[in-house]
């Protein structure tokens, strides 16, 4: 066993919270933990939001985000405490011993400069290599990851490739400066499972074939499993279990763990559809000002009350667009909507306030699709005077029924939203839309934000509302598992069209189309060697073509 190139040893991190009306204060986000990382190992850090993973994770360079404080512990990389270090030995580390994959590539990369210029920067300016050799090891690394003309590719700028490619280009340099240890941060959670799929293998084997250690931070167990060797487990800075990957997936000890691996397993039995749809979109083509071509092309589908529609796609197939034309905010060109028995007009300004009443929506950011300046009975109670004109004590006292059916209690109606969890603010959006008594609500990606325990949580609680209130929803997702928990029905769209439609059962069920096909198959499972088969099975599939 050979030593530990990343060795932690009882760490506290801390941080100064300025809470309203009250002295600022010091705080403790990491409770004491302590791991080794080996050379050429990976070790998964698994939690949820506000659990200490990224903090962690950018200890082990020394540094602290957005006012945290490393307090206590030690932090050894390659046999010395960097903590103890001076600043000139630090800044010799990053980006030279130490490399960083961040969750959002597009906002990370320079959108004025080439992608080979920002690739090759850290290894030329840490000396590692001269600008010719570290553009070749570029363009190595850029073909080793998958990336498409990997000889030219680094004269592109950011816009000029996709989300995977451009998180694959990041994987490139953090790589470049031949590093002993490159933390990914969330590196592929905002990718759609087809490309996700893609960028895990190519960081696999790029983690492999150069033989860095890494941290690999995520809130999803299934994808950690196929990259880790070991996985350390944290709930509210403190490290709740940790152990070889085999054992945290298949024999999990703690309960919390356990919830973790059990996620997702709602059961929801699918409805039979009533004769009359309370939503039918029909025909629809529409395209955005300035745009050459069509977005959505001849769609059609049915939603009934009490029912879930789920809508599936990659990123660009439509589905937020078709949500756009439902509610007016983009005339389609062609085609037509019926809603609750009447033709709804195309734009919203012909629309009446019974038609924005009965048809609600609830977004995928509930940070930005709240006032921060309002209390939550505020955000709550303004559907119900613009809409019923209900005012005083009378509104406070459904503002609090509609408080106790979100599960959150009177308590909160006059909390503000930075003082609410995620899943709480998403549970708020929930009771503004329901105070407006619709017949559907268009809820668009509002698990994705989520941790996977909140995100089960909400989904549950949506499933409740919907048998209480007779609500249908129409669910726009890129999650496989959230489509199985909670759908009647299920369109899959790709480039615009509607590619599958039917029942839950129709849709999961074989013979399927190319796409469909690769779209289930890409759902990451709670299994190891997953990752491996689907490669596999795919490459046997392209030799057969």
């Known amino acids: 066993m050979s030593d530990p190139l990343l060795k932690v040893r009882d760490l506290k991190i801390g941080a100064t919270v300025y809470p309203p009306g009250e002295k600022p204060h010091d705080i403790e986000i990491v409770h004491g933990v302590s791991f080794d990382l ?34 206590g512990g030690e932090v050894w990389v390659n046999g010395r405490d960097i903590l103890k270090s001076p600043l000139k030995d630090i800044r010799n580390l990053r980006g030279a011993e130490v490399t960083y994959v961040s969750q959002s590539a597009a906002a990370s990369f320079n959108p004025a400069k080439k992608i080979m ?64 240890l490159v933390v990914f941060d969330e590196p592929t959670t905002a990718l759609d499972v087809t490309t996700q799929i893609d960028v895990l293998m190519a960081i696999k084997e790029a983690i492999r074939d150069t033989g860095v250690a890494a941290l690999y931070i995520t809130h999803d167990l299934a994808v950690v499993a196929q990259v880790s060797d070991d996985i350390m487990v944290l709930r509210m800075g403190d490290m709740v279990e940790y152990g070889h990957t085999d054992q945290i997936i298949n024999h999990p000890k703690e309960d919390y763990t356990k919830a973790l691996v059990s996620v997702r397993s709602i059961e929801h039995e699918e409805k039979q559809p009533t004769p009359e749809p309370v939503l039918s979109v ?20 049915d939603l009934h009350p009490g029912q879930t529609l789920a809508v599936v796609g ?192 129709e849709v999961l069920s074989p013979p399927f189309d190319d796409y469909t096909d690769l779209l289930l198959s890409s759902v990451p499972e709670m299994k190891l060697g997953w990752l491996e088969e689907v490669v596999a099975h795919r490459k046997m599939e392209s030799a057969g073509n």
Do not use: W
């Open 38 to 71: 080996a050379p050429g190992k990976v070790l998964g850090l698994i939690g949820e939001s506000g659990a200490g993973k990224s903090t962690i994770g950018l200890a082990s360079m020394a540094y602290g985000r957005g006012g945290v404080k490393i307090t």
């Open 117 to 180: 210029d920002q690739v090759v920067e850290a290894a030329v300016e840490q000396k590692k290599f001269g600008r010719k050799e570290a553009e070749e090891r570029a363009r190595t690394l850029f073909s080793k990851l998958g990336l498409p003309d990997p000889n030219n590719i680094g004269e592109r700028y950011p816009h000029q490739v996709s989300g995977g490619q451009l998180q694959r280009c990041m994987t490139a340099l953090a790589l470049c400066p031949e590093p002993d």
């Open 282 to 301: 029909q025909n629809i083509t529409a395209r955005y000002k300035g745009l050459n071509f069509d977005v959505l092309k001849n769609v059609t589908v």
């Open 314 to 505: 990659e990123s660009g197939s439509g589905k937020s667009t078709l949500a756009r034309v439902i509610t007016g905010l983009l005339p389609p060109s062609d085609g037509q909507i019926d809603f609750a028995g009447r033709t709804l007009s195309r734009d919203l300004a012909g629309r009446t306030r019974e038609d924005l009443r009965e048809l609600q929506m609830i977004y995928q950011m509930a940070d930005v699709a709240m006032n921060p300046r309002q209390t939550v009975g505020t955000i709550i109670g303004r559907p119900l005077e613009f809409y019923f004109n209900i005012r005083g004590s009378e509104k406070r006292k459904r503002i609090i029924e509609l408080l106790d059916e979100i599960e959150l209690g009177e308590k909160f109606i006059d909390r503000y939203p930075a003082e609410l969890s995620g899943g709480q603010k998403q549970r708020v959006c929930i009771a503004r839309s329901l105070a407006a008594k619709p017949k559907m609500i268009i809820c668009d990606e509002v698990t994705s934000a989520l941790d996977p325990l909140v995100a089960d949580g909400i989904l549950k609680l949506l499933l409740d509302l919907q048998k209480i209130e007779d609500v249908a929803y129409l669910f726009i997702t890129h999650d496989l598992a959230t489509v199985r928990a909670i759908s009647d029905s299920i369109a899959v769209m790709y480039q615009g069209k509607v590619q599958r439609y039917g029942s839950k059962s």
